[in-house]
């Protein structure tokens, strides 16, 4: 059986829904025929210190930037700290770029779309993000083909979702595409997550 590493990135004021329902859908799928599980999990931040996620939750990161293991799928999640803080950290939007040379899939949940596009990796291609903040995706991005109404855009290697919950659906659409609809459907009763794939 094929073991994919999905690699989710961690900053200060990560929305913690944007990071942690990837994680579940992820950790918790497992073979229909086997019962192994085919994703290891996670988390990677700058340095591995503790971040505070929004909201004051404190989270303790897996690996930093230097020692995490390769990675087949890279989720970089959203919020105040993505769109306002980390989009100005050159440490992070280089080593978004380097993944996005060796992973698979590249995929942001709510406004970590910002920092793919800040990074250069959605020019040219369809990216959605939060439906408030999609305006601003359109104004300061001018090379992206910003869609409007969807949970999410698969463009290949990189994918994108809407705000929050949206990381959820796109994940069992990834799920859906390694491992076929029955193991992602299976995968969202588990949870009691509707989602239609």
Same mark, same amino acid.
């Given at each position: 059986?094929? !073991?994919?590493? &999905?690699?989710?990135? =961690?900053?200060?004021?990560?929305?913690? @829904?944007?990071? *942690?329902?990837?994680?579940?859908?992820?950790? #918790?799928?497992?073979?229909?025929?086997?019962?192994?599980?085919?994703?290891?999990?996670?988390?990677?931040?700058?340095?591995?210190?503790? #971040?505070?996620?929004?909201?004051?939750? /404190?989270? =303790?990161?897996?690996?930093?930037?230097?020692?995490?293991?390769? @990675?087949?799928?890279?989720?970089?999640?959203?919020?105040?700290?993505?769109?306002?803080?980390?989009?100005?950290?050159q440490n992070l939007l280089e080593w978004i770029n380097q993944q996005s040379k060796t992973a698979s899939y590249m995929c942001s949940v709510c406004t970590? *779309?910002?920092? =793919?596009?800040? *990074?250069?990796?959605?020019?040219?291609? /369809?990216?959605?993000?939060?439906?408030?903040?999609?305006?601003?995706?359109?104004?300061?991005?001018?090379? &992206?083909?910003?869609?409007?109404?969807?949970?999410?855009?698969? !463009?290949?290697?990189?994918?994108?979702?809407?705000?929050?919950?949206?990381?959820?659906?796109?994940?069992?659409? #990834?799920?859906? /595409?390694?491992?076929?609809?029955?193991? *992602?459907?299976?995968?969202? /009763?588990?949870? !009691?997550?509707? &989602?239609? =794939?």
């Amino acid at each position: 059986m094929t !073991e994919w590493t &999905v690699g989710i990135l =961690l900053f200060n004021e990560v929305e913690i @829904l944007d990071f *942690a329902g990837p994680y579940e859908v992820f950790s #918790i799928t497992t073979m229909l025929d086997s019962n192994e599980q085919p994703f290891k999990v996670v988390t990677i931040s700058e340095t591995s210190n503790m #971040i505070t996620a929004r909201n004051g939750l /404190k989270v =303790l990161p897996d690996y930093s930037y230097r020692n995490h293991p390769p @990675l087949d799928i890279v989720i970089v999640p959203g919020g105040y700290g993505a769109e306002e803080i980390e989009i100005k950290n050159q440490n992070l939007l280089e080593w978004i770029n380097q993944q996005s040379k060796t992973a698979s899939y590249m995929c942001s949940v709510c406004t970590g *779309a910002f920092l =793919l596009a800040e *990074a250069g990796l959605l020019n040219g291609r /369809k990216a959605t993000t939060h439906w408030m903040d999609i305006e601003r995706l359109k104004r300061d991005y001018t090379e &992206v083909n910003v869609q409007t109404g969807v949970k999410f855009i698969d !463009e290949g290697e990189i994918i994108t979702s809407g705000g929050i919950s949206a990381g959820i659906t796109m994940s069992f659409h #990834i799920i859906s /595409k390694l491992l076929g609809i029955q193991v *992602a459907t299976y995968t969202a /009763k588990r949870m !009691e997550y509707d &989602v239609k =794939l």
